[in-house]
């Protein structure tokens, strides 16, 4: 593989992956990435690990249910403080 | 630094607006947050409020969680954040509630900390910290994570993480914010937050993959559960040169 190529897209793969609005690529950048990881095999496999590393993320924030009871509280306290009748 | 300094893309709706938020500037006093002094908001507050502020209530107790390793702790912040929220929404323009929320957040939590952890926090933790890496000399909310909720891989493997990076994989990729909401909350720019990020999740990979060598699957699964028995987990030092 071409390895500026290489260099190049895995310096972005973060951020196709987040398409985060701060740090949008581009389309011709997107699709140079696809391009790149449907033929590089490293670029393949760093995607797939960044996209599992993510999911295991997103499934922590899962695991972590807040409290029902606590969330209860904090919204009964925000509708005594604006009062009521208002919402 | 504004939201809208940070992000080219959302221009037009920042034009001649002040940066920052001089309105939380005012609730910087350690004042008592009793219910009864906040009674001076204006009907139309109340109205804001109960649409920009309540609805965020869920993603603030999460992102305290974060901050402060504890639900009680969370909650805690959360309340006095929405105190001097209310207190402070008829000067707030309804840009951004939620990266005003959060900062409002941080500086509720660095008060708190102040009250509760005096050798730990010092008064210049709230002026502009200069974003270098590992270099900050005051205690920052992220210093602080809580070491109590470890269980399975991924937890283990955040845990190990410098506090910079993992808060920031923390409030990013577990809670969701975007870069510009995480570097309000933290006070750093939005490329902080990005090079921060970076090298958490490049540290996170490394190390999961260091505990689960061969199985391709094994991110997917729920941490704790691996294919390897406790007993004969390799040792990590001959997997790492693979
Ligand atoms: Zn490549």
Redesign the interface.
């Known amino acids: 593989m071409n390895l500026t190529t290489c260099w190049w897209a895995s310096r972005r793969l973060d951020r196709y992956l987040d398409g985060d609005p701060s740090a949008v690529l581009s389309s011709a950048d997107v699709r140079r990435v696809e391009r790149h990881a449907a033929t590089c095999r490293r670029c393949a496999g760093d995607l797939a690990e960044r996209r599992r590393l993510r999911e295991a993320l997103r499934d922590l924030d899962a695991r972590r249910i807040t409290d029902p009871a606590s969330l209860e509280r904090l919204d009964a306290m925000a509708a005594q403080l604006r009062g009521p009748g208002t919402a | 630094m504004s939201v809208e300094e940070?992000?080219p893309?959302?221009q037009g709706k920042g034009r001649g607006a002040p940066p920052g938020y001089p309105v939380v500037d005012a609730l910087d006093a350690r004042d008592d947050l009793d219910?009864g002094a906040?009674r001076s908001?204006s009907?139309t507050?109340?109205?804001r409020?109960?649409?920009w502020?309540?609805p965020e209530?869920?993603v603030l107790?999460?992102v305290a969680?974060s901050l402060t390793g504890s639900?009680a702790d969370?909650?805690d912040v959360?309340?006095d954040t929405?105190?001097r929220a209310?207190r402070a929404i008829d000067g707030f323009d309804g840009r951004h509630p939620r990266a005003w929320l959060l900062t409002i957040l941080r500086r509720t939590h660095l008060n708190s900390l102040r009250r509760t952890r005096p050798d730990l926090v010092e008064d210049a933790s709230l002026e502009r910290r200069r974003p270098a890496f590992g270099r900050a000399s005051v205690v920052s909310p992220e210093d602080v994570l809580d070491e109590r909720?470890l269980d399975g891989d991924?937890?283990v493997a955040l845990q190990a993480l410098d506090p910079r990076f993992r808060t920031v994989?923390l409030l990013?990729?577990?809670?969701?914010l975007?870069?510009?909401e995480a570097a309000e909350l933290l006070d750093v720019p939005?490329g902080t937050v990005?090079s921060r990020?970076?090298r958490g999740?490049t540290r996170?990979?490394k190390s999961?993959?260091s505990r689960r060598p061969r199985s391709r699957r094994a991110?997917?699964d729920?941490?704790g559960a691996t294919t390897e028995g406790a007993g004969h987990r390799p040792g990590h030092d001959q997997e790492e040169k693979r």
């Open positions: 940070m992000n893309g959302d219910l906040a908001v009907e507050g109340d109205v409020f109960a649409q502020v309540e209530i869920e107790l999460r969680h639900w969370a909650e959360v309340q929405l105190i209310y909720l991924i937890e994989v990013v990729d577990v809670n969701g975007t870069y510009a939005v990005m990020l970076s999740r996170l990979r999961l993959r991110a997917r729920r941490p």
